[in-house]
C-alpha cells in the first residue's frame, strides 16, 4: 500500500507564490519519477512538472520561468511563484516506481483577487 499526502495549497492573489508538498510512504520502492499534475473544472488534467530519479527536471511551457519542482527522499515539492488566475486548479502528486503508478488525493490551489 503506497499513501502520498499532498498538502500547502490555498487562496492566493496573483503575483503570488504557494509551495506544494508532497510526501510519499509505505510499500514504495526504487522511484522512478515524481510529478505534479493539476486539473482545471472543466479541463482535462495536465502534467505541470516532473523529476525523475536522476534528478532532471521538465516543465509545461505555461509554468516555466515561474514554478520549481525539487525532491528530497521520498517527498517532492512544487514552488510556484508569479502566480495567476489561470493557474486555479486542483493539484495532484504521481510518482511511478518499480510496482506501479500512484496518485495523491489532491489540494486545491486558487488565484484570485
Known amino acids: 500500500q503506497v499513501q502520498l499526502v499532498e498538502s500547502g495549497g490555498g487562496l492566493v492573489q496573483p503575483g503570488g507564490s504557494l509551495r506544494l508538498s508532497c510526501a510519499a510512504s509505505?510499500?514504495?520502492?526504487?522511484?522512478?519519477?515524481m510529478d505534479w499534475y493539476r486539473q482545471a473544472p472543466g479541463k482535462q488534467r495536465e502534467l505541470v512538472a516532473g523529476i525523475t530519479s536522476g534528478g532532471s527536471t521538465s516543465y509545461a511551457d505555461f509554468v516555466k520561468g515561474r514554478f520549481t519542482i525539487s525532491r528530497t527522499g521520498n517527498r517532492v515539492y512544487l514552488q510556484m511563484n508569479r502566480l495567476k488566475v489561470e493557474d486555479t486548479a486542483v493539484f495532484y502528486c504521481?510518482?511511478?516506481?518499480?510496482?506501479?503508478?500512484?496518485w495523491g488525493q489532491g489540494t486545491q490551489v486558487t488565484v484570485s483577487s
Open positions: 504521481n510518482v511511478r516506481d518499480l510496482n506501479g503508478n500512484y
Open positions: 509505505g510499500s514504495i520502492f526504487n522511484i522512478y519519477s
